[in-house]
């Protein structure tokens, strides 16, 4: 290993009573690189994380001063990104290990054998449950000592492939309601992470077994109390949610094949990162299980059939209401308004007997840069009722071949905005001997919508349009 702090670490000073612990410990026996290591010591922990940073050159974060935790970032090392120092949970370092979460992260390397593996200490048999696959807690009281550990066994099992054993999985089912004591902060840090991960609704669906979800999030709870026979589904809302999740993974493991002319773009476009640690996709995974979620509030029959009208709105305000309240940032409930306000819009072009431009033009200037989450949403709804009997193939084919000429417009309409711009506000003006006002906004946006749909091409063109609809705006805004 070529890591500075590995190499600071052969000095007598940083080696006496320090011990690595956790997830590094972990990881090294998995055969896994991890960039962020945590050093648990006897003696005070700030002096030592304070010699640490100057040797290693590195700057001290204080991460937790209620419990005398240090973070040290780590510029240019090719290992290692960060370290964390904390003294001891007890006397030493077995009680120590005993007051960790699970047994797999339960374990201990002292610094003056760093790097071998036949000096770990491991009271708890983490080796042996790391070789079951089994996420087990050290003890009964893991999950009082910090709520959060109760999220986390399903983080690390969703992570690692393992599985979590029956023991720990009564004891969070007795211990769910404990969730309510830990900060929305630290719980969007779990599900953001669980979401990043292969098989998603896997986990969601163990989750909701757990009854560990109803209490993160009590609106699912009153999804699944819904009426069955208001809905498609054989079991519900609530089926229909995590039916549409699956369909989100499955067309996000094929791309190629649900949007075959623009499936690089959608994926350059899914892996951008609307924070530091929630990719577009990722959220989008988020959006499928609440999409609906108004449904209960405004289902009404309308002669033989059930509507739900509103829902859409709604709905949007109870998932921005949820991610508020979880501490996801104010871009990521914007976006989620923006995406569960206009699921529904789709449909009704799918319906329509063509597909003009303008309409595209106008759900691409609403939408904007969502557009490929909403067009991917819209296909996994549908997608959610294709095991059902009533699934009808020719319309299910009609609707993706809107969706696709509508991504494929979409990206096409991106170019013809980088194009330069005919008029703008200042030629206006000068043309027409205009004053600034709302006059100009709406004689631009005519020019840009006309310029995208491709019935004007040059500058000449573009006055000619001003100048017809300045005819129309001119006795309603009173134009001399």
């Not at 010591?41 to 590195?58: C, H």
């Not at 999950?143 to 004891?171: C, H, N, V």
């Not at 990206?411 to 506000?425: F, I, Q, R, T």
């Amino acid at each position: 290993m070529k890591s500075k702090v590995f190499k600071i670490f052969s000095c007598q000073d940083f080696r006496s009573d320090a011990y690595i612990v956790g997830g590094w410990i972990r990881d090294l026996l998995l055969s896994k690189k991890t960039k962020d290591l945590d050093i648990a010591v006897s003696s005070d922990a700030e002096k030592y994380a304070v010699r640490l940073s100057k040797a290693a050159g590195g700057r001290l974060v204080v991460l937790d001063d209620a419990n005398r935790i240090y973070r040290i970032v780590l510029k240019d090392d090719p290992d290692l990104t960060q370290v964390d120092v904390s003294r001891f949970k007890g006397r030493n370092i077995f009680e120590d290990l005993s007051n960790r979460d699970f047994t797999v992260n339960a374990m201990a390397l002292p610094l003056r054998n760093a790097l071998d593996k036949s000096s770990i200490i491991d009271p708890f048999k983490g080796r042996k449950d790391l070789s079951k696959k089994a996420i087990r807690m050290v003890s009964r009281k893991v999950f009082k000592a910090d709520p959060l550990r109760l999220l986390r066994a399903f983080r690390l099992a969703s992570e690692l492939g393992f599985q979590i054993e029956p023991k720990t999985i009564r004891d969070i089912k007795n211990s769910r309601r404990l969730i309510k004591k830990a900060s929305g902060e630290r719980v969007r840090y779990e599900l953001v992470r669980i979401l990043g991960n292969k098989d998603t609704a896997f986990w969601t669906e163990s989750l909701e077994k757990s009854g560990l979800l109803d209490e993160i999030f009590p609106e699912i709870a009153r999804m699944k109390r819904s009426a069955r026979r208001f809905y498609y589904h054989p079991k519900g809302l609530w089926q229909h949610s995590i039916e549409t999740l699956k369909s989100i993974e499955r067309i996000l493991r094929d791309l190629g094949k649900h949007f075959p002319k623009n499936a690089g773009e959608v994926i350059e476009h899914l892996e951008e990162n609307l924070s530091a640690d929630l990719k577009r996709k990722d959220f989008l995974k988020l959006l499928a299980l609440f999409h609906d979620c108004a449904k209960p509030d405004c289902a009404s029959r309308v002669g033989s059939r059930m509507r739900f009208l509103g829902h859409e709105k709604k709905g949007a305000a109870i998932l921005s209401n949820i991610l508020k309240r979880t501490k996801f940032s104010n871009s990521e409930q914007r976006i989620s308004r923006i995406l569960i306000e206009n699921h529904m819009r789709p449909i009704s072009l799918s319906q329509a007997k063509i597909l003009t431009p303008r309409a595209c033009y106008r759900i691409f200037r609403e939408i904007g840069e969502n557009i490929p989450e909403l067009l991917i949403l819209a296909m996994a709804d549908w997608h959610s009722y294709k095991r059902l009997k009533t699934h009808d193939p020719k319309k299910l084919k009609k609707q993706e071949a809107v969706l696709r000429e509508l991504m494929s417009r979409y990206y096409e309409n991106e170019k013809m905005e980088s194009l330069p711009k005919l008029v703008d506000g200042n030629v206006i003006m000068k043309h027409f001997r205009l004053r600034p006002g709302p006059v100009i906004g709406r004689l631009i946006e005519a020019v840009r919508e006309a310029h995208a749909i491709g019935r004007i091409k040059d500058r000449k063109q573009a006055i000619a349009l001003c100048e017809r609809q300045l005819t129309r705006l001119k006795k309603k805004y009173r134009i001399s």
